[in-house]
Structure formats: structure tokens, C-alpha cells
């Protein structure tokens, strides 16, 4: 296996997965970043009522001194309407969102100054006591948990002195300043373990399928090294060895002849490898095609013959059955041409459409040999043959005597053997 074969793999593996603009960033955080998206409209939403509320109170200039009023409302209202914009377009919510917990917890700071010496009643509510909660829910955007939770904690007690001390430490404030701060820190509650949750759920569904991706990178990785052992195996077998024996059995002007021929033609797929190891275009092609390719075969081996085939004019089988059917049926007529001296080589090709079938005979009359005993590292069987139809789903059968071989390649559409 190359690097540029695994990377491919592994990008095959991704891409079987939903692409979308916010998930292509990151394969890693597929579902976090729609939780994230997720959480941003749910907190915009409820913001947005709680900012109403805080926009209608704050119509109020009583409640500041001459001249603090618009500043507040500049400092505290400006971020909290960037913030609005940034959740529900889905660009720069975290940043918008740590500007206004920034901006309103200097507006708590100011509050004192800008109150100070004005009457209050403990039932009177201010415009900045409804930005309380939206503060601990920008909070879950913009920091992470540590943060979140000292935003959750900090921002209500905050208030909660902001608010004794506009009072000027009254006890008659205590319930409501107590009350007040205990339902915007069970508020802020709430929101932080539901972010919590949702986040600890997804970032567990994006651990489990990168590890799904990695495990079929993996898996595809071994099945294509094996693949790829067999083509090369089967490549060095049907070129390069049958080459180098028929050079050192080559005694008689014809056999040198073969010999060379089949040395340029090792030559030429060695030098077309990477082509040549390949499966092939998935193209459909006709018997004929099959025939034809065959004859080529055997014509390169220094040995030319016709092949009978009987077909219906409207088969097809894929183009990889095509190449494969012809490559097995080249290495069972080399086989006969060094073993059997090509005594009454034949070679048949049948294809019926209902069902789609081909099938492919190459027999000679040589003396014949046991299948059985044929060492396993001898690849001209096993490989060149067996391996490779097996790889497309087909089959192939020998069987040999004293009154010669015969191998049957088949062929048969939708059956996986």
C-alpha cells in the first residue's frame, strides 16, 4: 500500500458521510459542530424575549442619574444585539457572545454609580436585572466549563451586591435581592447542564464515528494490500516467471522465438504496472470482446488460434469479468503451451443472456497433471487463475487426466462466489 492509496481510502471512508458547510471543517466534530449551531438558536431565541423585556424596562430613565441612562444602554445593548445577529447567522457567536458578558458585567459595575441616590423599592425591578440570565447563557456560548460555570455563579451574586449596594445595604432589599439571585442561578443552572449534556452526548457520537472511519480506512487498507498482492503476484507469475523458465527451456528455434516474445511482453507490463495490475474499467462488453482478447493472448505467446464463441448479441458483463476472464484464460493457455507442447489447444467461449452467463474452456490433450499436488507457491493456478476470477465473483474448475486438461472459467450475473 502507496501513502497517496491510503489517504484515498481513508477519504473515501469521509466521504461517506453528510457533507455540509459547517461539517466539512472538521470530519472529528460532525455532530458537536451541529450542537454547537444547535444551541446558539435555541439560546438567541430565549435571549431575544429576555432582551425584550429588558428594552421595554429600560424606557425607563428614572431609575439613572442624568446622563448615565443612554451610556448603559449603549454598553450593555449594542454587544447583546451583535450577539443576536452572530447565533442566528452562525458566524463569530462565540466571540460576539464573550463581548456582551464583557460588556454587561462592566454595566452591573457602573450600576451603583449610575443609581446611586436614587429611590428604589425592593419590588421595583431595574432593565439590567432582565440581562441577568441572558449573561449566563452567553456564558455557555463563549467560555468553556470552568468558565460557564463561574459565569453561572458569578454574574447572579454580582448582581445580588450590585443591588445591596444601589440600596445603600437596606435589609428591606434582602428577600427580593436573595430571591432574584436564587432564580437567575437556577436558570443559569438549567441551561449549563442542558449544554452540558448535549455537548458530552455529541462529542461521544463523534468519538465513535472517527472511529468507525478509522476502523473501515483500515480494514479497506488490508483488503486492498491483499488485492494488490495478488495482482502483483499474479503479474510476476503470468510475465516475468513464465518468461525467465521458457528462456531457460528454450533449445529449438521456435521455443527461442516464444521465449522472446514473451520476454517483451513482461518487459511491456512491467513497464505498465500500475495499469496493468489494475482492475480495469467497469465498461460492459460483449463475448466477443472476450474472444478476442484471448486470441490476442495467445498470439503473443507465439502461439495463434481461433476461439469458437457462441453468444447472444445482447450480453454484457462487465468490463473487470471481461479482463479477468481473459487474463485466466491467457495463464491456462500458456500453461498448456509449456506443459502440454499446446497438443489440441482449444478454447470456447459460451454467453447466455437468461441468466447472464459466460463461460470460457481452454482443454488440450498433453499428459495431463494432479491439481492437487501443485505446490502452493506455484501462482499460475492459484493466482493467475483461481484468485483472479474469484476476485470478480466468478469460478474456475480444472480437471486434468492422462488424456489431458481442461479448465473452465465461469462466469454468472448477480452470483458472488
Known sequence: MTPDRDQALLAAARGQMPQTREGIAQVGSFTRTRVERIIGLVIAVGCLALGAQA????????????????????????????????????????????????????????????????????????????????????????????????????????????RFAQCGWNPAFTVSVLLDVSFALIFGGIVLTLGWIFRSAAARVDRARASAVTSYAAAAAVAATEQERVDVGALMHDSVLAALIAVGRADSPR??????????????????????????????????????????????????????????????????????????????????????????????????????????????????????????????ISASIVARMAAVGGRANIASDSGGTEVTLEWVEGVDE
Open 55 to 162: 428594552l421595554v424596562a429600560a424606557f425607563d430613565e428614572s431609575a439613572e442619574r442624568p446622563g448615565w441612562h443612554p451610556a448603559l444602554e449603549l454598553i450593555a445593548f449594542i454587544p447583546f444585539l451583535l450577539m443576536l445577529v452572530g447565533c442566528f447567522v452562525g458566524r463569530g457567536q462565540r466571540v460576539l457572545s464573550g463581548l456582551f458578558v464583557l460588556a454587561y458585567v462592566v454595566t452591573l459595575v457602573l450600576w451603583p454609580i449610575a443609581a446611586a441616590g436614587l429611590p428604589s423599592s425592593p419590588s421595583a425591578k431595574p432593565w439590567v436585572f432582565y440581562l441577568i440570565n441572558v449573561g449566563a447563557a452567553a456564558a455557555v456560548i463563549c467560555f468553556p466549563l470552568a468558565g460557564q460555570i463561574a459565569a453561572t455563579i458569578g454574574i447572579p451574586l454580582l448582581w445580588g451586591i450590585v
Open 255 to 380: 521455443e527461442r522465438a516464444l521465449a522472446v516474445t514473451m520476454a517483451r511482453e513482461a518487459l511491456t507490463r512491467l513497464a505498465n504496472a500500475e495499469r496493468d495490475a489494475g482492475m480495469g474499467s467497469e465498461a460492459p462488453v460483449g463475448c466477443a470482446r472476450i474472444a478476442e482478447g484471448i486470441e490476442a493472448g495467445a498470439a503473443d505467446l507465439g502461439h495463434p488460434l481461433r476461439v469458437e464463441h457462441v453468444h447472444d448479441t445482447d450480453l454484457r458483463v462487465p468490463g473487470v469479468v471481461a479482463r479477468a476472464l481473459t487474463l485466466a484464460a491467457a495463464q491456462a493457455i500458456a500453461n498448456a503451451i509449456e506443459h502440454a507442447d499446446a497438443v489440441g489447444l482449444h478454447v470456447d467461449v459460451v454467453g447466455r443472456v437468461d441468466p447472464g452467463r459466460v463461460t470460457v474452456r481452454v482443454r488440450d490433450r498433453g499428459p495431463g497433471f494432479d491439481p492437487a499436488a501443485v505446490a502452493t507457491d506455484r501462482l499460475g
